[in-house]
């Protein structure tokens, strides 16, 4: 079954099944799963994919993980018609890219 969620500007996001269970393959990930929604609701940062100009990052930084203070990542790619949630994951730093959003 195939989730449609929204991001911070109100575009449909598609997370399928097969992407939430390859996110879940990461023991780290399986508490953050809840908070997918989340980040792509209320994004500290959202930055465009220095490789892929239709994959944008969406970060929020947790305090308190599995394995310590981390930015959880989400990364989306939009297409003309579709959006949908590649995968999501935990990290020490944002990765270079242009900035879309901050929230202040």
Same mark, same amino acid.
């Given at each position: 079954?195939?989730?449609?969620? *929204?991001?911070?500007?109100?575009?449909?996001?598609?997370? *399928?099944?097969?992407?939430? !269970?390859?996110?879940?393959?990461? %023991?780290?990930?399986?508490?953050? =799963? *809840?908070?997918? !929604?989340?980040?792509? &609701?209320? %994004?500290?940062?959202?930055?465009? $994919?220095? $490789? +892929?100009?239709?994959? &944008?990052?969406? /970060?929020? /930084?947790?305090? &308190? *993980?599995?394995?310590?203070?981390?930015?959880?990542?989400?990364?989306?790619?939009?297409? %003309? +018609?579709?959006?949908?949630?590649?995968? =999501?994951?935990?990290?020490?730093?944002?990765?270079?890219?242009? +900035?879309?959003? &901050?929230?202040?």
């Amino acid at each position: 079954m195939t989730q449609h969620l *929204s991001d911070y500007q109100n575009r449909s996001i598609r997370l *399928s099944k097969e992407r939430l !269970a390859h996110i879940l393959e990461h %023991p780290e990930m399986v508490e953050l =799963a *809840s908070q997918i !929604a989340k980040v792509l &609701q209320e %994004p500290q940062v959202v930055r465009q $994919s220095s $490789s +892929d100009r239709r994959v &944008q990052l969406y /970060y929020c /930084y947790y305090e &308190q *993980s599995m394995v310590g203070a981390k930015w959880l990542c989400v990364v989306v790619k939009h297409l %003309p +018609d579709d959006a949908l949630i590649i995968t =999501a994951y935990l990290t020490d730093k944002i990765k270079q890219g242009v +900035d879309l959003w &901050q929230n202040q």
